[in-house]
Every structure is written in structure tokens, then in C-alpha cells.
């Protein structure tokens, strides 16, 4: 029997006054440096719970304190009476306010067998190492708030709901974490007729592939255990805010940065740029990059190639630079390219290449019609193609598996 999208939870939503110390700010907007600072100096930080195993520990023996710690942070958490407990089971209704954009999701949990089905859509491969780190976590901290983000294209009804349920009051408002958010609780009656209306919607993972395969791997262990449904927050496609993932060399594959210069001049037009607000160009339009090599700007177009559809930057880069030129043929595992998300800023790029003498490009963000495009078509975009933001925030609504 095919399990319904949207099924309700048990959301444990973070009382007001313990907020700011609970919510931690995007995961991947922050260094590994950062995120240690920050669960080292605050105790109550949603961070000591979602410490991945990648970050810092590398032995069998090292992954599974990691998590035991994990899990310590969460029950002592709900020792202290930071979370308000669900008065019922229902769906959150979950806006995220940034600057001067905001976007309202609806939180259900989402049957993994739905990726199957084609109900819900990928973009990108998963790492198999990865995603059995993350479910080892799952089990261990027996927890999720870090919701898997998702795009779907509204319906007028579903719109007129969701104007409706956010004209009440919410059951929480909070800046914590960097970012507006505020939470609604729906109804039995919202909750049953948002689910009516939601079951005919395809939707788009945007961001947490790896934790949607994460809890696929811990459902697998144990056929029937609650990990067969994944934590999730879906958001109008028309509300998507995608910044970019810039993409980092830490060599120059034993080209001198003249050779490099040349050899990208081959593939696709490269200019230098003298001038430089700020001293951090950006491209200014799909089909464009920017490049920082040894202390120089440079503007870079991408080559064009038909065989690509539809084009997505991060792809051609990888096809036509990365692979021949830099030798990057496996872009999931190499160690030599790193993926730094908009938000850690391109002076944190111009400072590792000017340490290391590595080579830097800065690109222009995905737009959402071209991942729908991709998923659609069953196609898979590279690694880290696209950035979205604001991110839903961890340990401001805990759902515990029973």
C-alpha cells in the first residue's frame, strides 16, 4: 500500500526564551572551524546534537563516541525542559523570513518509498559512505530537526489554506539563528484537509539528498522501523531563493597559473579584470565565472555544447575544466576540490587560494526551473550545484522516533 505524503508528527517546538541558545545557524554556512567554537562554548547549542561523524572524527571508535555525545546533547535538552512536548499530532506550517524575502513551507514527514515512485524528485547522487554516517546518527540521536527541503508548484487552494492558518496566532516568532522564522500548529481538521489537497503535488528535494538516502539506509536495517519516513519542509517553487556553491582547487594540476590561464582560454573566452569592486567579481549571468588565480581576476565564459539540456554551469565547469584540465574526475570524493557555499564568503576562498596557490571559481546560482528540469528528465546535477537560502534551522522543532 503506497504510503500518503505529509503524514503527521510530534513536533517538540523550542520554548521562546530558550531559543537563542538552541538554534544553530545553517550547517553549511559555517566553517568546520566555527562549528566547533560555537558546541564547544555553548552547551545548549542544537550543534552538539547534529555534529557529523565527516567533521572531525575518522576511526570506527572516534564515530561512535561522536554520536554517543550526540545523543547525550539532545536528552539533556529535553532534561531541561527546552521544548514545549506536542499538545497532538499534526503538520507545521514553517516561514522563513530573510532580508527582504520570506517563504512558508508545510512540515510533514514524507515516506522514503516516495522517491521511487517518482512523487518525490532528486538532482543529485548521494555518497553511500556519507549517507551511512548520517544514518548512524539518525539512530543513535533516535531524533530529526533538520527538515530535508523541498519545492513544489502551489495550487490556489493550497495558497488560500496556508493564507488562511497563518493569520492566527503562531505558536512561536524567533530571530534565533540568524534568520525571522515562525511556526504555526495546524488543526485536526487543517491537518486533514491540507493532506487532501497535498497528495497530488510532485515534489523536488532542494536541499538533503544525503539525509533523505540517510534514513532510507537505517529503514533498510530494520524493515517497518519509523526511518522509513523522513522529516520535511516543502516550500512554493515560486518562493525559492538558490544563491551559489563556489568551487575551490586546491592545486593546478602542475600548471604554471600562465599554463592554466592559457588552457582555460582554449575551452571557453578569458579576460582579465583590473578593475574589481570590492576586489570579489561576480559573474553577472548564467554561462559565466569568475576566476581568482594567483592573486588575479579573471571573467570566464563557459563554453557552450548543445549536449547539454539543460545547462547547468556547475556541469559544464566540470566537464570542460575540473575533469581534463584540473584532473578532478570524481568531484564527490576527491580532496583536492572543496564546495564553499555563498554565505562563508568569496574572501574566505581569495584567502585559501593566496595560502595554497590553488585556483578558485566563483558561479553564478542554479535558477529552480533548471533543477526541476533535471529532476524531471531523471538527470543528476553535480555536487553542491546549488545553495538555498535561508535554510531551515536545526533544534527549533525536534520530531523523536518512538
Known amino acids: 500500500m503506497t504510503q500518503p505524503l505529509f503524514q503527521s508528527l510530534g513536533a517538540h517546538i523550542v520554548k521562546p526564551d530558550w531559543a537563542d541558545r538552541v538554534v544553530s545557524r545553517a550547517y553549511d554556512a559555517m566553517s568546520d572551524a566555527e ?3 560555537i558546541a564547544r562554548n555553548n552547551p545548549w547549542s542544537y550543534l552538539n546534537v547534529t555534529r557529523s561523524p565527516a567533521d572531525s572524527a575518522a576511526t570506527d571508535a572516534e564515530i561512535q563516541a561522536l554520536l554517543t555525545s550526540c545523543g547525550a546533547a539532545l536528552e539533556r535538552l529535553f532534561e531541561a525542559e527546552v521544548y514545549d512536548p506536542p ?10 523570513a530573510l532580508e527582504h524575502h520570506a517563504q512558508t513551507g508545510i512540515v510533514g514527514m514524507m515516506p522514503t518509498e516516495a522517491t521511487h515512485d517518482g512523487r518525490i524528485r532528486k538532482h543529485e547522487n548521494i555518497l553511500p559512505a556519507r549517507a551511512e554516517l548520517l544514518a548512524q546518527h539518525l539512530e543513535a540521536v533516535g531524533a530529526a530537526s533538520s527538515p530535508v527541503a523541498l519545492a513544489h508548484v502551489s495550487t490556489p487552494m493550497l495558497t488560500a489554506m496556508i493564507n488562511e492558518i497563518t493569520a492566527t496566532e503562531p505558536a512561536l516568532t524567533t530571530s534565533a539563528g540568524a534568520v525571522e522564522q515562525t511556526l504555526w500548529r495546524t488543526t485536526e481538521a ?4 491540507l493532506q487532501a489537497e497535498l497528495q497530488s503535488l510532485t515534489l523536488y528535494i532542494t536541499d538533503g539528498h544525503h539525509r533523505f538516502g540517510a534514513a532510507a539506509v537505517a529503514a533498510s536495517k530494520n524493515p517497518g522501523s519509523p526511518h522509513s519516513r523522513v522529516l520535511s519542509v516543502s516550500f512554493p517553487a515560486d518562493e525559492q531563493r538558490i544563491l551559489a556553491f563556489h568551487r575551490r582547487v586546491r592545486h593546478t594540476n602542475g600548471l604554471s597559473p600562465a ?3 592559457e588552457a582555460l582560454g582554449a575551452v571557453g573566452s578569458i579576460t582579465t579584470l583590473v578593475d574589481t569592486p570590492s576586489g570579489h567579481p561576480r559573474p553577472s549571468a548564467s554561462g559565466e565565472a569568475t ?3 594567483d592573486r588575479t581576476w579573471y571573467r570566464f565564459a563557459l563554453p557552450e555544447d548543445p549536449t547539454f539540456s539543460p545547462a547547468i554551469d556547475a556541469e559544464l565547469l566540470q566537464a570542460k575544466v575540473l575533469a581534463p584540465i584540473l584532473g578532478i574526475t570524481d568531484p564527490n570524493g576527491d580532496d583536492a576540490i572543496e564546495y564553499l557555499a555563498d554565505p562563508v564568503g568569496i574572501a574566505e576562498l581569495v584567502e585559501r587560494c593566496d595560502r595554497d596557490q590553488g585556483v578558485a571559481f566563483v558561479m553564478h546560482p542554479t535558477t529552480i526551473e533548471q533543477i526541476i528540469a533535471v529532476a524531471d528528465s531523471q538527470g543528476l546535477m553535480p555536487p553542491k550545484s546549488s545553495y538555498f537560502e535561508p535554510k531551515p534551522r536545526s533544534g527549533l522543532f525536534v520530531h523523536r522516533f518512538e
Open 87 to 96: 499538545p497532538t499530532e499534526g503538520l507545521l506550517i514553517y516561514r522563513l
Open 190 to 193: 487543517q491537518t486533514v484537509a
Open 259 to 261: 599554463e592554466l590561464v
Open 35 to 37: 562549528r566547533d567554537e
Open 291 to 293: 576566476v581568482y588565480l
